[in-house]
């Protein structure tokens, strides 16, 4: 069981920069791979990055690569999605995702960090 709340969403110019935070807690996340997930008004949720809890590994959208970088503080469990370079298509709510990489077992979400970027 993991519980994740977001924080760190909000309104920003474009070309600005926002840090959103993931706090997790609960068993041990040591095997998951955790991930930034966002969905747009009207829109499906996308997928934004990820990071592999074990060591470290990301990966990211092709939307946002070069721009964001997520990264985790393993000693505050925590996962962090620093954005720069802010565009208007970035406007949505963030979710923080937790896979746990094993079959039959469901992810967790948080409940969501809205960032809004204005032109």
């Known amino acids: 069981q993991v519980q994740l709340v977001e924080s760190g969403g909000g309104l920003v110019q474009a070309g600005g920069s926002l840090r959103l935070s993931c706090a997790a807690s609960?068993?041990?996340?040591?095997?998951?791979?955790m991930g930034w997930f966002r969905q747009a008004p009207g829109k499906e949720r996308e997928f934004v990055a990820s990071?592999?809890?074990?060591?470290?590994?990301?990966y990211y959208a092709d939307s946002v690569k070069g721009r964001f970088t997520i990264s985790r503080d393993i000693a505050k469990n925590t996962v962090y999605l620093q954005m720069n370079n802010l565009k208007p298509e970035d406007t949505a709510v963030y979710y923080c995702?937790?896979?746990?990489?094993?079959?039959?077992?469901?992810?967790?979400w948080g409940q969501g960090t809205q960032v809004t970027v204005s032109s």
């Open positions: 990071i592999r809890w074990s060591d470290g590994y990301t």
């Open positions: 995702n937790a896979d746990p990489r094993y079959s039959g077992s469901p992810w967790y």
């Open positions: 609960g068993r041990s996340f040591s095997t998951y791979t």
